[in-house]
């Protein structure tokens, strides 16, 4: 399909253990968003990307969360030592202009982080 | 205090009810406003915009009064397939677009 798609879609870890988790954006979709929505609250924005650019982390909770966009497309966020505080939905958003005027972000169906 | 607050809810409503959510923000520098609509274990998708004129989309109103930074939506004529969670959604300039949310309004339409 031509939506936003990531993986894997649900996650189970061991509480120390590293996890990956990848979003494939809207084909050229300049800006990419990651947000984190813990059960019933809304999402909360992690990071942002222009193209392979790191715009803004200042989401992001720890310093075991990092997260890239090395071509500008596919990304990577990544949580290290996993802890049980982690668990929650990650949605990956993109949309195709970056600027002030607002556009649309289109999200992906979220990966499912269940911490042990 | 949160960035932006709602009324968690539940609501729980019979068909053909009308129903108003509120939301209020504390950030003056936001800039553009939305509501959005997430199903169970689905991800948020867009249901409007807000404008300060007031806008309408069939049976959704939604409205903004930038001087109280509080925000609305309107449902009318309640159908079993509005029974989801609506997000109030804010950015604010500078902030590369990042949407801020609140926590969410749950809303259950029973036959």
């Known amino acids: 399909g031509a939506g936003v798609s990531q993986s894997p879609r649900y996650k189970v870890a061991k509480r120390g253990q590293d996890v990956a988790l990848r979003c494939d954006p809207i084909s050229g979709h300049v800006s990419l968003f990651w947000y984190q929505q813990a059960l019933g609250q809304g999402p909360e924005f992690l990071t942002y990307?222009?193209?392979?650019?790191?715009?803004?982390k200042s989401g992001l909770p720890s310093d075991r969360f990092f997260a890239e966009r090395p071509e500008g497309s596919v990304s990577t966020l990544k949580i290290q030592r996993t802890q049980q505080e982690d668990s929650a939905v990650y949605l990956c958003?993109?949309?195709?202009?970056?600027?002030?005027?607002?556009?649309?972000?289109?999200f992906g169906p979220g990966t499912r982080l269940t911490v042990l | 205090r949160k960035e932006v607050e709602q009324d968690p809810g539940p609501f729980n409503v019979p068909e053909g009810a009308t129903v108003a959510f509120n939301c209020t923000y504390s950030n003056s520098a936001s800039q553009s406003f939305f509501w959005y609509r997430q199903d169970c274990r689905k991800e948020p998708k867009l249901l409007m915009s807000?404008?300060?004129s007031g806008n309408e989309d069939g049976r959704f109103t939604a409205q903004l009064n930038r001087a109280s930074q509080y925000i609305s939506l309107l449902i009318r004529d309640s159908k079993l397939s509005d029974s989801a969670t609506y997000l109030c959604?804010?950015?604010?300039?500078?902030?590369?677009?990042?949407?801020?949310f609140g926590a969410g309004t749950r809303l259950a339409v029973h036959p």
């Open positions: 959604v804010v950015t604010f300039s500078g902030g590369y677009n990042k949407l801020i």
């Open positions: 807000v404008y300060s």
């Open positions: 990307f222009q193209n392979e650019a790191q715009l803004d």
């Open positions: 958003a993109s949309s195709f202009l970056p600027g002030q005027g607002y556009n649309e972000q289109f």
